[in-house]
């Protein structure tokens, strides 16, 4: 996913909103939500310790596997909604 380098908004609450693949993405200090395979969510323990640089990369392949797995975890949802 492009990660819009436009800019950047900080909140009261030290929220960031960045544009990525054109869609605003909320982000605290703690960095993204990362949503793993069964559905559950964690977050990436050492985001505070990246570089900028690492955090643009792991924001791109975060995106995009959330994406995936969120599309596959509704699809299976919803077939398992029709089988009943």
């Known amino acids: 996913l492009p990660i819009d380098e436009g ?4 909140t009261e609450d030290e929220t960031t909103t960045l544009v990525v693949d054109g869609n605003p993405v909320q982000m605290d200090k703690l960095g993204p939500v990362v949503v793993n395979s ?8 050492n985001w505070h310790e990246m570089t900028e640089h690492e955090q643009k990369n792991t924001l791109r392949v975060v995106g995009k596997r959330n994406q995936q797995r969120l599309a596959k975890l509704r699809a299976e949802a919803e077939s398992a909604a029709c089988a009943n």
């Open 38 to 45: 069964d559905g559950s969510i964690s977050r990436i323990s």
């Open 7 to 10: 800019p950047k908004q900080e």
